[in-house]
């Protein structure tokens, strides 16, 4: 089997399954517990706060663990507005996010705020001016992914703080998943970040929401005060470790990471683009990452392609994992103005640090030995 859905989820290390499995059998005590095991268990978790916060440059006092980026974006979006909702009602977010973030916004609508959607470019990049034309005096809220999980277009993450030093009052948030150890950011200009441990080789259920202030979020889930109040629940000791380890084993070999997905991107749309009818929605730029590649046969559906490849042992995806199954055009790229018959018949190809040049050069034969045989003749009858 070739697995090319990365920005589904990643296969965990083998490292950090055997972390989990450890730290879950010899340092199994709460960490909210005074007893010796409470105390080792929390010298654990603080370990690996304190690598997390290290290794993305930011003060340890800043780190949260969640159960995955879907909490930490809900958090991050309802806790800020609760704290600002005094001070304003209207909410800006991006037509290209994940789920996670535009359904928060919508809820967020339906209690009242005023929501606006900021438009992006043919390319899926945030339309700058547009956005300025939406800020207001009375917007508290703004949210824009770091990197697009459906084709990889590296949003202006620093070109808009700098429209927002003119609005203080409004909280930037950032969906970091698929941008974190992918593309450089400074935290320290934003103000909340969130990630998840399945995108990097760890396991899924624990996440990390990175906050500036604490003081500029209110909490939104009630209990012990785990997480300095922030996300009350035990803590899962074993899954944070878990985490610090992916993140730091991820980020010993981003060099040699970005240099193979560079090289494994520009096999396939040098090969691609060879054939009149194959489309590619994530062009070879500085401006996309490497990583995630949105490919199109108009006339064809996404799901017949990625099931002639599945047959053939090749795993890809049609859209987010998170809406794959919703059967509607996908919000992103039909933001992006692409037609019908595009965004129907896309699929995403995504790699990971353990992808290899054989699996991508053994994806394009089969991709286009299928076209060849099942897609071209129907592309080109019209059906």
Do not use: W
């Not at 700058?128 to 202006?156: C, R, W, Y």
């Not at 698929?178 to 950011?185: F, H, S, Y």
């Amino acid at each position: 089997m070739i697995y090319l859905d990365n920005c589904a989820t990643t296969r965990p290390y083998k490292e950090v399954l055997d972390t989990f499995v450890e730290v879950n059998n010899s340092y199994f005590g709460n960490p909210a517990s005074i007893n010796k095991y409470g105390k080792t268990a929390n010298k654990l978790l603080s370990a690996a706060r304190t690598q997390v916060a290290s290794i993305l440059g930011v003060g340890v006092e800043s780190i949260f663990f969640t159960s995955c980026a879907t909490e930490s974006n809900n958090i991050a979006l309802l806790g800020s507005v609760e704290h600002k909702k005094d001070f304003g009602n209207r909410i800006i977010v991006s037509k290209i996010e994940h789920p996670s973030v535009l359904e928060s916004f919508r809820e967020l609508e339906r209690r009242g705020f005023i929501l606006d959607y900021v438009d992006v470019d043919e390319y899926g990049f945030i339309d700058l001016n547009h956005l300025k034309s939406l800020l207001t005096k009375e917007t508290i809220l703004l949210s824009v992914m770091h990197v697009n999980n459906i084709f990889g277009a590296i949003q202006p993450i620093e070109e808009i703080v700098e429209i927002l030093k003119d609005y203080p009052k409004v909280h930037f948030h950032v969906d970091g998943v698929q941008g974190v150890l992918k593309n450089p950011i400074n935290l320290s200009r934003v103000d909340s970040y969130s990630i998840s441990a399945h995108k990097f080789h760890g396991l899924k259920g624990i996440g990390i929401l990175y906050l500036k202030s604490r003081r500029t979020v209110h909490n939104i889930i009630f209990g012990g005060g785990q997480e300095n109040g922030l996300r009350s629940g035990t803590v899962n000791v074993a899954a944070a470790v878990s985490l610090a380890k992916a993140l730091r084993l991820s980020h010993e070999r981003i060099a040699s990471a970005k240099n193979n997905h560079k090289e494994f991107k520009k096999l396939i749309i040098d090969e691609f683009s060879k054939y009149e009818h194959i489309v590619i929605n994530s062009p070879f730029s500085d401006k996309f990452v490497d990583s995630i590649i949105n490919i199109s046969l108009p006339k064809i559906k996404g799901e017949a392609i990625v099931n002639a490849l599945n047959d053939r042992g090749i795993m890809v995806s049609t859209t987010s994992a998170c809406s794959s199954k919703t059967f509607h055009l996908n919000e992103a790229l039909y933001a992006r103005g692409l037609s019908k018959e595009n965004i129907e018949g896309s699929i995403r190809v995504s790699f990971s640090y353990e992808t290899t040049k054989e699996e991508v050069e053994k994806f394009i034969e089969v991709f286009i030995d299928e076209y060849n045989k099942k897609f071209k003749e129907v592309i080109e009858s019209g059906i």
